[in-house]
């Protein structure tokens, strides 16, 4: 096919009942724009010790787009998010968590800025159901990380993105023993937008 392949990476730990959830929206959100891009929807599963693997498996035996990885052990979810994109075959790789509370439907939104030649598309949280010590804590938290870090760290950056398969393969290259992603995407640079949602 002459339409770019867009390969979205979902890390999963016990996600059983939210896996099937989570597809039906990924299936909606993305209706119109396959009309502009294929899709890979790529599973991690972080060795879950519940039905999971069951549930991809079903899956990826109705829909030829999905695959699945099984770590094995528990690596812990940024290794979960490196692993996905080094197997990722895309021309650009999202980063999804399949709890909704990053929603799918912005999916087309970070694709059509990546067409337009943005190289990285990253979600900014301006609002999230929690009390406000615990935002503030992480507000807190990303600044002091990025005072002391050796290089940028993308502040508010959630770990809902779309990246270059370019910036893929500079990030991977990294090959840091401790990934922490949104540091390492903050690091090699490119062409950034974020885009705000609540």
């Not at 695959?67 to 940024?78: A, C, E, K, M």
């Not at 075959?89 to 999916?107: F, H, K, T």
């Not at 502040?155 to 990030?171: G, Q, S, T």
Request: net charge positive.
């Amino acid at each position: 096919s002459p339409l770019p392949l867009v390969t979205v990476v979902c890390p999963v730990f016990n996600e059983e009942g939210t896996v099937p959830l989570f597809y039906a929206e990924f299936l909606k959100a993305i209706v119109e724009i396959e009309k502009r891009v294929r899709f890979e929807l790529l599973f991690v599963n972080n060795r879950s010790t519940d039905g999971t693997l069951n549930v991809l498996r079903d899956l990826a035996a109705k829909d030829p787009r999905v695959g699945y990885i099984t770590l094995s052990r528990n690596y812990g979810y940024q290794a979960s998010i490196t692993a996905g994109m080094r197997h990722a075959r895309g021309d650009a790789i999202a980063n999804i968590d399949v709890d909704c509370e990053d929603p799918p439907a912005m999916l087309p939104r970070f694709i059509e800025r990546w067409l337009d030649k943005v190289d990285v598309v990253y979600g900014i949280r301006r609002t999230r159901p929690e009390p406000l010590p615990w935002r503030m804590g992480r507000k807190l938290f990303y600044r002091f990380a990025r005072g002391v870090a050796d290089h940028e760290i993308i502040l508010d950056m959630a770990e809902f993105f779309l990246v270059d398969r370019r910036v893929r393969d500079v990030v991977l290259s990294t090959q840091s023993t401790f990934p922490f992603v949104r540091g390492q995407v903050g690091y090699v640079g490119f062409k950034r937008e974020g885009i705000p949602y609540a």
